[in-house]
């Protein structure tokens, strides 16, 4: 399987910006779309941004459009979430995916990482 880790802080306050990085040991990372998806306790899972591969697609959930960017640097074989403007309701596990494929759906994603806990405070 695609081993994914993400990682940033895991702590920020209102206003506030974050990039989170998510890294792979994946030799064909290049091959992969990858997305960004976020959960909160007794939410279901929310897409945030999906990035093809080429980052020839880009796409955003409307909640965060304008504030979210997603990037990627195959040479590095990582994707970035640039999230500015935080806010706390922003708080949730952060989880990044990849999948030959891909998509907006959590669904569609074959490999996951573990998960970064993220809290904006007030």
């Known amino acids: 399987q695609v081993q994914l880790a993400e990682s940033g802080e895991r702590l920020v306050q209102a206003g506030d910006s974050l990039r989170l990085s998510c890294a792979s040991l994946e030799n064909a990372f290049v091959l992969y779309s990858m997305g960004w998806f976020r959960q909160a306790p007794g939410k279901e899972r929310e897409f945030l941004a999906f990035?093809?591969?080429?980052?020839?697609?880009?796409d955003y959930a409307d909640s965060v459009k304008g504030r979210f960017t997603i990037s990627r640097d195959d040479a590095k074989n990582t994707v970035y979430l640039q999230m500015n403007d935080l806010k706390p309701e922003d708080t949730a596990v952060y989880y990044c995916a990849a999948d030959l494929r891909g998509g907006t759906k959590w669904d569609l994603y074959e490999y996951w990482g573990q998960g970064i806990q993220v809290t904006v405070s007030s």
């Open positions: 990035i093809s591969q080429q980052s020839g697609i880009r």
